[in-house]
């Protein structure tokens, strides 16, 4: 699916900072709301050193009204017997009965949980920000309006207010933990996966993502997960675009003979990126002007990277990929990508006399047997009286777990890697192609 349609991520190129807050407190509404194993998760935290919960729960019988709302006034918070004071930050949550600057007005409170007579007021910052002050006068003002402000402190209000510190990691953790188990029972929320997304695509930190030095070679989909985190940091800090897709993680590629850079894992951990010189025509023309030639080598962190190529033959009808030829150089009788054999043969070909031509020029320049790895003629062919050909090129690099070990030391740490990526996009730019 593209990422784009992420629930909760705005259609929009505006840097929206100050909306942000309201953007990560309205998902979390939802997510609550329509994922309640999710929902029960984050009660049980809350409420897990009171009988509160027991309270609630305990009775199948039990008549329990939940509601919650966002961006709601204190003045319209009313009928409760307990609130929980609840701080959403990376900054930990201060002395709240120590706070002084009492101010008496209607505060819009971020979000609030009512479950029967027991209220809970979310205050959401998007960063490090202490929110204690803020969430003070808020209950001051649900609980106080009408009296003197200076009433509101722990020996006249501390046996119905509890504050309670839920920094946005703690919360991820549950989120992340909860979609895992749904993902288990093939049950996943889409509301709670799209929340995930967009607080990853925030900042990476909040997730319980370990460094690449925590992890084993063969955990494979933890280190994809601090790839794609690396990824993401990139394409907010530069001109570079992630790829907008599920089925593949990369970054865009802004040259006219190849469109996008691939990052895969392998079973022992090592990371390749991928690029398809020449995957369409049109790519071709600018590969093609002469005869391409590829570097051989890349300079790494210092030292000389191998660069791997193979060639790809690419069909296509109505713009879908439905088969191709893989081969390397060992494969060849004879030169084949040649700027002539391009602007003869690339291009859309009907059955026919041009199909044979092709056919003609492969048993000339192919030592395999071409037409089974292909499936040339049969099935993969059948019903079709036209297709779209290319000459292109996977071209990649391997980088060894153990060096992605070293660039990656600390959790709340990419900057080696964001580095080490953009250095590599940069190379692949203007060193990969020779002529």
Same mark, same amino acid.
């Given at each position: 699916?593209?990422?784009?349609?992420?629930?909760?991520?705005?259609?929009?190129?505006?840097?929206?900072?100050?909306?942000?807050?309201?953007?990560?407190?309205?998902?979390?509404?939802?997510?609550?709301?329509?994922?309640?194993?999710?929902?029960?998760?984050?009660?049980?935290?809350?409420?897990?050193?009171?009988?509160?919960?027991?309270?609630?729960?305990?009775?199948?019988?039990?008549?329990?009204?939940?509601?919650?709302?966002?961006?709601?006034?204190?003045?319209?918070?009313?009928?409760?017997?307990?609130?929980?004071?609840?701080?959403?930050?990376?900054?930990?949550?201060?002395?709240?009965?120590?706070?002084?600057?009492?101010?008496?007005?209607?505060?819009?409170?971020?979000?609030?949980?009512?479950?029967?007579?027991?209220?809970?007021?979310?205050?959401?910052?998007?960063?490090?920000?202490?929110?204690?002050?803020?969430?003070?006068?808020?209950?001051?003002?649900?609980?106080?309006?009408?009296?003197?402000?200076?009433?509101?402190?722990?020996?006249?209000?501390?046996?119905?207010?509890?504050?309670?510190?839920?920094?946005?990691?703690?919360?991820?953790?549950?989120?992340?933990?909860?979609?895992?188990?749904?993902?288990?029972?093939?049950?996943?929320?889409?509301?709670?996966?799209?929340?995930?997304?967009?607080?990853?695509?925030?900042?990476?930190?909040?997730?319980?993502?370990?460094?690449?030095?925590?992890?084993?070679?063969?955990?494979?989909?933890?280190?994809?997960?601090?790839?794609?985190?690396?990824?993401?940091?990139?394409?907010?800090?530069?001109?570079?675009?992630?790829?907008?897709?599920?089925?593949?993680?990369?970054?865009?590629?802004?040259?006219?003979?190849?469109?996008?850079?691939?990052?895969?894992?392998? =079973?022992?951990?090592?990371?390749?990126?991928?690029?398809?010189? !020449? *995957?369409?025509?049109? +790519?071709?023309? #600018? /590969? $093609?002007?002469?005869?391409?030639?590829?570097?051989?080598?890349?300079?790494?962190?210092?030292?000389?990277?191998?660069?791997?190529?193979?060639?790809?033959?690419?069909?296509?009808?109505?713009?879908?990929?439905?088969?191709?030829?893989?081969?390397?150089?060992?494969?060849?009788?004879?030169?084949?990508?040649?700027?002539? =054999?391009?602007?003869?043969?690339?291009?859309?070909?009907?059955? !026919? *006399?041009?199909?044979? +031509?092709?056919? #003609? /020029? $492969?048993?000339?320049?192919?030592?395999?047997?071409?037409?089974?790895?292909?499936?040339?003629?049969?099935?993969?062919?059948?019903?079709?009286?036209?297709?779209?050909?290319?000459?292109?090129?996977?071209?990649?690099?391997?980088?060894?777990?153990?060096?992605?070990?070293?660039?990656?030391?600390?959790?709340?740490?990419?900057?080696?890697?964001?580095?080490?990526?953009?250095?590599?996009?940069?190379?692949?730019?203007?060193?990969?192609?020779?002529?």
């Amino acid at each position: 699916m593209n990422s784009h349609l992420n629930i909760f991520k705005s259609y929009t190129n505006t840097n929206r900072t100050y909306q942000l807050e309201n953007d990560l407190t309205r998902a979390l509404a939802i997510s609550l709301q329509e994922d309640s194993l999710f929902f029960h998760e984050v009660l049980k935290v809350i409420l897990k050193s009171t009988n509160f919960y027991n309270q609630l729960f305990e009775s199948l019988e039990s008549e329990t009204y939940i509601n919650i709302n966002i961006q709601k006034r204190a003045s319209q918070i009313s009928n409760f017997d307990h609130i929980f004071a609840i701080s959403l930050s990376d900054s930990e949550i201060g002395d709240f009965w120590e706070q002084h600057n009492n101010k008496n007005y209607d505060p819009i409170c971020d979000l609030v949980i009512q479950i029967n007579n027991i209220i809970m007021v979310f205050e959401a910052k998007r960063d490090n920000v202490n929110c204690t002050a803020q969430l003070y006068n808020q209950i001051l003002n649900i609980t106080n309006t009408e009296n003197d402000p200076q009433d509101f402190n722990k020996t006249n209000y501390g046996s119905i207010v509890t504050p309670f510190d839920f920094n946005w990691s703690r919360l991820i953790a549950i989120a992340v933990k909860v979609s895992s188990f749904e993902k288990t029972m093939n049950s996943q929320n889409r509301f709670l996966s799209d929340f995930i997304s967009l607080v990853k695509q925030h900042n990476f930190r909040w997730l319980p993502e370990p460094s690449i030095s925590a992890l084993h070679p063969g955990n494979k989909p933890a280190i994809l997960r601090r790839i794609e985190s690396t990824i993401e940091e990139v394409a907010k800090t530069t001109d570079i675009s992630k790829l907008n897709y599920n089925d593949r993680l990369g970054l865009e590629f802004y040259r006219p003979w190849a469109k996008e850079i691939l990052f895969s894992i392998n =079973n022992e951990g090592n990371l390749y990126l991928n690029i398809y010189p !020449g *995957n369409t025509k049109g +790519q071709g023309y #600018s /590969l $093609f002007k002469n005869n391409p030639k590829f570097n051989d080598k890349l300079t790494i962190l210092g030292s000389k990277c191998l660069i791997h190529y193979n060639y790809h033959i690419k069909f296509t009808s109505f713009q879908k990929y439905f088969q191709g030829l893989w081969f390397s150089e060992t494969d060849l009788k004879k030169p084949l990508y040649t700027k002539e =054999n391009f602007n003869i043969f690339t291009g859309r070909k009907k059955r !026919g *006399n041009q199909w044979e +031509q092709i056919a #003609s /020029l $492969f048993d000339e320049s192919l030592n395999f047997d071409w037409r089974k790895q292909c499936d040339w003629g049969n099935s993969s062919f059948n019903g079709k009286n036209q297709f779209d050909i290319s000459f292109g090129y996977e071209v990649y690099i391997m980088i060894p777990f153990q060096t992605l070990k070293e660039l990656d030391q600390k959790q709340s740490d990419l900057t080696y890697l964001i580095h080490f990526v953009k250095e590599r996009h940069k190379s692949f730019s203007n060193e990969l192609l020779l002529s």
